[in-house]
C-alpha cells in the first residue's frame, strides 16, 4: 500500500466531496426514479381498483335507483288501483241510494230489480271490473260475471287458500265502519278455472236493505299492467354512457333489452349460474356478476362484462346493468396515459431539481475543496519553511558546535567521528592512515608578547595553511588551544605519512605577518598510525599525544612517530604512576642534600633539597621523571609539602636556627605555586618546624613565568613578603626575559648546568655567564653555578665574581647525616683555612 501522501490528501480533501454528492446524487435519483415507478404502478392499480370501486358503485346505486322507481311504481299502481274501485264502489253504492231514496214507497223487489238492473251491466278496467251484492246472511244478490249465483248463498265459500272470503268481508267491513278493502284468491274461470289469482277488492255497507256492495280486480291484472309499463319504460331508459337497464325473467329470459334481437333470448349458462347464486340468497338478493356478455354495442361478438343484478321481489325478475371490461379498460387506459403523463412531468421536474441542486453543490464543495487546498498549500509550504529556517538553524547550531568559532576548524565533538570514518575508509582501502597531533610551541609566549588577537589571527592563519595540504581524504580539526590534529586516512606506508609531517612543518618555515608584526613560531608532532598503533579514535589520539610529550621533552619543534619502544617507556610510566601513588604513603621518599659553597668565604652556605625516590618493585626514579609525573597526576602537592617539611626538619636538626645558620633551597613545582593556599601551607609548615623563614630559599624554575605572570607575581610576592628567599632557577635554559628580573622579587640566580659544562669551551658561553653574573650583581641577586665539577669551572667562576657553586667538585646530593659530618669538617677546614 502506498503511503497517503499529502498530494493525494489534498486531492482527496479537494475532490472527494463532488464525488460522494455525485454518487449520492445519482443513488439518490435512482431510489427516487424507482420508487417513483413503485408509486406509479400502486396509483395505477390503485386507480383501476376505485375505477372498477366506482364503476361498481354507480350501477349498483343505478340499480337502487331503478329498483326503487320499480317499487314506487308498483305501490302507486295499486293506491290508484284501490281508489279506482272505491269509487267504482262509491259509484254502485250512490245508484242503489238513488234508486232506493226515488223508490222508497214502491215493493222491496221492485227497489231491489231495480237497483240489480242499473247495476248489472256496469264494466269498467278493460272489461274485467263488475259489481256483487250480498247481504248480511251471506246470500248473493248481485253478480254482474256470473249471474247464476244469484239467490245462492256464499256464506261458506271459501278460496283455495281456505278463508271464508264472504265472512272475512262482511267483519272486516263491519269492523272498519262501513267500508274495507280486502284481498283474496279467485280463479278466472275462462282462462284456466283451476288457476287462482291473488284480488283486492272494496266493500261498503247499503244500510236500507243490509246489503254488501262490492267490486274487485285480479292484482296479477294489474301487476302485469305496471309490468308492461316498467319494461316499456326501462327500455327506453339510460344513463352515463348511453348505459342501460336490462331485466330477466325467473327462466332466465331476457324481457327487456334495449337491443330488440336479444329480448326474449336465454342469458348465457355462465351468467344463469351467478343469478341462480343471487336467488338463492336468503335475504338482499343482489350482488355482482362477472361474465362474457353477449351483447355489446359496436362489438359483434359481446364481450367482458361486470353486472350487478338485483331481484325484484314478488315479479320474480332480475334486473341488471353493468359496465364493459373493454370499454372500462380502455377508458382506465386513458386515464393512466394521463397520470403517467403527469407523473413524468413529476419525476422530471424533482430530477431537474435534484440536477441542478447536485450540480451547485458539487461547485461548492469544488470551491470549497480549492480553498481549502489552497490554505492547505499554505500551510504546507509555511511549515515547509519554517521546517527549512528551523532545520538552517539546527544545521547551524550543530556546525556551531562541532566546529571551532576561532578557525571554523571541527573540533573535539567531530574529532572521534572523522578519525573513526578515517579508520574505515583506510580498512576498506588497503590502505594506511595518520593521526598526527601538533602543537604550536611556545602560542604563550606570542599570546604575551603580541596579545591574544594577534595569537588568534595566527592560529586562524595557520589553520587556513592547514586546510591548503589536504587531500580530498584528510581533515584537520582542532584539538584545544594550539594544539591540531590532522587525520590522513589514504597513505600508503609510514614513509607517506613522514611527508605529510614534512608538509605540515613547511607551514612553519615561513613567516607569518600579524598585525604588520613578523611571527615566527614553530611546532611539536606527534603521529600515531593505523591500524599499525591502534584502531580505537581516543586511543590513537592518546598515542599521538604521548609521543608528542615525548618529542616536546626531548626538543621542541621536532616530530615523533609511535612505536612500540615509546609504548614500553608508556607502560613504564603506567608502573611508575601506579608505584608513586603507593609511594607518598608507604615512605618510600627520601631527600639529599647538595651543599652549595660560598666562593668568597669557601664555606657551605647552604644545601639544595632534592627528592630521592628508590621503588622497592623499580628500583631507584629520577627526580626528573617522577617530579613530572607527580605533577600529572596532581601528587606533587602531597609530595613537595613533604619535602619541604623534611628539609627543614632535616636542616634544623644539624644546624640551629642562628646568625650562622645553613640556607636550604628547596625546589618548588609550578604547579604548587599556582595553588592559591601555598604561601600560607609553607609558612605553617615552617611555624611548626620552627625554622626561620630566612633560611629558606625556593627554586623555581624559568618555566614557572609561562604561567599566568600576574598570579605568579603576586604569589611570589607574598612569598618574599613572609621571608623566603627565592631563586631562579635553571636561568638561561628557559624562556626568561631580563625584563622580569626587575619586576619580580627574585634574590638569587642560578646558572644552568648546561653553561658551566660549556663555560671552558664556548667564548659565548664564557660572555654570557659573565654577563648574568653582572646582572646578578647590578641587581642585588645571589649568583649561583651549578654543575660545578671542576677545579677549573669553579676558579673561572670565582674570577668573574660568582656568589656560590654547587656541584660534584665539592659534594654530590648527601644524606642529612652527611651534610653534619661534612659540615663538621669543612668548618675544621674552613677554620683550618680562615
Ligand atoms: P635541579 O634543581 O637543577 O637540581 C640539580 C640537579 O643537578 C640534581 O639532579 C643534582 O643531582 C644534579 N647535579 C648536582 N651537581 C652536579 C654536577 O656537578 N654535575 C651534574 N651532571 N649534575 C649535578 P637530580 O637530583 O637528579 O634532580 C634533578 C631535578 O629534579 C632537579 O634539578 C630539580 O629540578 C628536580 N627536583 C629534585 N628534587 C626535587 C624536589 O624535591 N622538588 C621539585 N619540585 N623538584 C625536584
Ligand atoms: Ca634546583
Ligand atoms: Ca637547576
Redesign the pocket.
Known sequence: MTPLNDRKLLNIIRYAPAVFITIFAVVVNVILIQSNQVESEEKIEFIRENLIEQQKQAVREQIQQVSNQIEKQKSLTVKTLEDQLRSRVYEAYNIATNIYQQHRDKPKEDVVRMIREALRPIRFNSGRGYFFIFDREGMNVLHSYIPQLEGQSVWETKDVKGSLIVQEHIEKVNNSGGEAFYRWWYSKSDEAPDKHFEKIGFGKYFEPYGWYIGTGEYIVDVQADIQKQVIDWLSDYRYGNNDYVFVIDNQGIIISHPEASMVNTAVSDELGVQIDEIRAKDSDRSGFTHYMAKYMPGALNGGEKISYLKMIDGWDWTIGTGFYVQRFEAYLAENIRALEASNNDELKRVLYASLISTLIIIALSLKLGRVIGERFNRFQERITKDFNELNQVKDKLKYLAEHDSLTDLPNRLLLNGIIHTGVDYAHHNQSCGAVILLDVDDFKKINDLHGHSSGDKLLKTISRKFESILGPHDTVSRFGGDEFIFCFPALTDEVAAQEKVMLIQQVFEDKFIIDGKVLTTNCSIGVAMFPRDDTEPEALIRKADVVLYKSKAQRKGSAMFYNSDVNEEIQLDYMIEEELRKALKGDEFK??Y?PQVNVESGKIMGV?????WNSPRLGPI???KF?ALAEDIGV?HE??SF?FRKACEDILSISPNGPEALGVS????PK?LMEPSFPETLVAITQEVEIDISRVIL?I?ENVLLEDLDTVAERLNSMKSFGFGLSL??FGTGYSSLSYLNTLPITEI?I??SFIEKLLISEQTKTLVKAIIAIGESCQMTVVA????TMEQYNELAEYGCNAV????FA??LTINSIGELLCSKLQSGSESS
Open positions: 631527600v639529599l647538595q639544595e633539597a632534592l627528592a630521592r629520577s627526580p626528573v617530579i606533587i609530595l613537595g619535602v628547596i625546589n618548588i613545582s604548587q627554586e624554575t632557577d635553571d642560578k644552568d648546568r651549578e654543575g660545578v665539577e654547587q656541584g660534584y667538585y654530590p646530593p
